[in-house]
């Protein structure tokens, strides 16, 4: 039986969250992000960047203050350059003001700037940090390197890489993550696919979607996946391969 949640900071998360890279500020939106989290979603993922800054914007309607059940998390400083520490201190401040906050639960860096040391950047973060105004910190796109540089500025809770059925390029970045404690969040988790998938899907009266979601949470118990959604019915469905047991032989023909 795989673990249903994971201990992220201080607090136990369900293994599920929710991508919100098309979420646009009208009232159905904010209801269905209330809906989401009601239905048991353990994280609500956004960013500076997501749809103009409309993502943040319906999430801190729907969920301020951010104390709820689900962990809200955002990230700033996607593209180069903006890894700069006043670029970055701006993006954070506009975040906290559209998320309507005044602590953001997880915030990530969410690349690596070429600019940019990830050190300066980091140090940026700390500030916030050390002010509370940021309570976990996470950062997207690394290698196992820079997860470590990273560490030696602030503590790391969180990582999101790319990773799914059809691309598995940072399992030793699960595996790190794994072993020390991190949790991973890979995004466009179903984005991949796999000639296997709709036989065992069949064989567990599931969906395709399901089987990718619950091979991810069986690849790593510090996985905890953010697939997008818009519908209520989607998140229903992504929420019940929490409770999907793929079996030995499912995963080595996945694998």
């Keep these: ?14 293994r599920m969250g929710m991508g919100t890279n098309r979420l646009t500020a009208t009232p159905d939106n904010v209801a269905f992000v209330r809906a989401a989290v009601e239905a048991g979603m353990g994280m609500v ?5 997501y749809t103009g800054g409309s993502s943040e914007d319906t ?23 903006e890894g700069k520490p006043d670029l970055l201190r701006s993006q954070i401040e506009e975040s906290l003001r559209l998320l309507r906050t005044e602590r953001i639960p997880l915030w990530y860096l969410h690349r690596v700037d070429p600019e940019t040391p990830l050190e300066t950047s980091l140090g940026v973060v700390r500030e916030y940090v050390d002010a509370g105004q940021i309570g976990l910190v996470g950062i997207s796109d690394v290698t196992v390197e820079q997860i470590e540089r990273a560490r030696l500025v602030l503590p790391i ?40 998938v709709p036989a065992i899907a069949a064989a567990h009266g599931a969906t395709d979607v399901q089987i990718a979601l ?3 949470l069986h690849r790593s118990p510090a996985m905890l996946p953010i697939p997008g959604s818009l519908s209520i019915a989607h998140v229903r469905e992504n929420l019940a391969a929490l409770d999907i047991e793929l079996s030995e032989a499912d995963l080595a023909s996945l694998t």
Excluded at 3 to 14: A, C, D, F, I, Y
Excluded at 160 to 170: A, E, M, V
């Design 157 to 196: 809770a969180a990582v999101q890489n790319q990773y799914h059925l059809s691309n598995r390029t940072h399992d030793d970045v699960i595996d790190y993550c794994e072993r020390e404690g991190i949790v991973f969040v890979p995004f466009s988790p179903l984005h991949g696919d796999h000639p296997a």
């Design 214 to 216: 619950a091979w991810l």
């Design 45 to 49: 993922d956004t960013a500076h960047l």
């Design 1 to 14: 039986m795989h673990p249903t949640t994971v201990q992220l900071g201080n607090r136990r998360v369900t």
């Design 59 to 81: 999430v801190g309607q729907a969920l301020s203050p951010l104390d709820g059940a689900a962990l809200v998390a955002t990230k700033g400083g996607y593209r180069p350059g």
